[in-house]
């Protein structure tokens, strides 16, 4: 079997620019709101929680993104670990914290949303013990990610992670922004791949990259200058390879959540939540000592997070 570790929105290891040096001006003096009618929406077969939004974003506003991203001298290889290590992902990469940003993205895209309100219940196939509710839209996170593929960049089949950050405020929604056309012959398409990847062994492709058997790939999403695909977080989806003489430019985002009946609210709670999270990550790093000796904490300091995880 595959190792389809849920990779999170964001690139670890990596710090965080500052917004000014990636702010394009149009952000501070354009009217971020558009007509509705003047986007073509297009949904994905197969894929119920998956958009396809063209026109969002005018070819300018995208080449000014580019621009400033460029100027920024900013992006550079996504793992800072390991330079070399291209066979499951090939990409340049930089982070920052957005807000002007995301808060100029979500009145542009809030009207094309269709999921703003958003019920998860035990028996999903997606739910967990900490997220069955009701939930409702409240707008972009401000962390993005900004890419650049060069000849051979892509991004081997996976899901993403939903970014929790507390109990009543997380991510459910990818959104991916692409900044530059790209045909057909040139590459880059977003797959989306049919679920039973997971349970597959990756397909090596002439060049030793990590990819989808191609019988798994169930729809493409070419690259256009102001398209967004927007789809659930556990969409297994893949970066095809971009072809020589083409670059593919974009931006990675989520939109977040706000619970609508908070739970786990007093301050216990809310301290041992956090822990809880913080033992996951430890044990998916490979300490499970600590990590147990973390959830007991958790679970001693509030019993109905113990009672919500049926621990």
């Given amino acids: 079997m595959a190792n389809y570790s849920n990779y999170l929105s964001m690139v670890r290891d990596k710090e965080l620019v500052e917004e000014s040096k990636l702010l394009p001006d149009f952000v501070l003096n354009t009217n971020p709101i558009i007509q509705v009618s003047k986007v073509t929406k297009k949904s994905i077969p197969g894929f119920p929680f998956a958009e396809i939004w063209d026109d969002v974003f005018t070819e300018e506003e995208c080449k000014a993104i580019i621009d400033s991203l460029e100027k920024s001298g900013e ?67 401000e962390r993005m990610l900004f890419g650049r593929y060069g000849k ?7 899901t993403d992670g939903s970014v929790c950050l507390d109990a009543n405020k997380r991510t459910f929604w990818t959104i991916l922004l692409y900044l530059n056309t790209i045909p057909e012959d040139g590459g880059g398409a977003t797959s989306f791949v049919d679920p039973r990847q997971k349970l597959e062994k990756f397909h090596k492709d002439e060049d030793g990259r990590d990819r989808t058997i191609p019988e798994n790939v169930l729809y493409k999403v ?36 706000n619970r609508i009946n908070p739970i ?26 600590t990590a147990v000796s ?6 001693k300091l509030s019993p109905e997070l113990a009672s919500l995880l049926k621990c």
């Fill in 75 to 141: 992006l550079s290889f996504w793992n800072p670990i390991d330079k070399e290590k291209k066979d499951f992902r090939d990409v340049d990469t930089v982070e920052s914290d957005m807000s002007l940003l995301s808060n100029f993205m979500w009145e542009r895209i809030k009207h094309l949303f269709t999921h703003h309100s958003f019920s998860i219940r035990e028996e999903d196939d997606y739910s967990e013990l900490d997220t069955v509710g009701e939930w409702k839209a409240s707008g972009i996170y």
């Fill in 264 to 289: 786990l609210t007093s301050e216990n709670d809310q301290k041992a939540y956090k822990m809880w999270l913080d033992a996951q990550n430890i044990a998916e790093k490979g300490d499970p000592g």
């Fill in 152 to 158: 051979g960049g892509h991004f081997g089949p996976h």
């Fill in 222 to 257: 070419q690259p256009k200058a102001g398209r967004i695909v927007a789809f659930f977080f556990t969409d297994m989806h893949e970066g095809e390879p971009v072809s020589s003489g083409y670059k593919k430019y974009m931006i990675r985002t989520d939109i977040l959540f």
């Fill in 294 to 299: 973390l959830f007991k904490k958790a679970f």
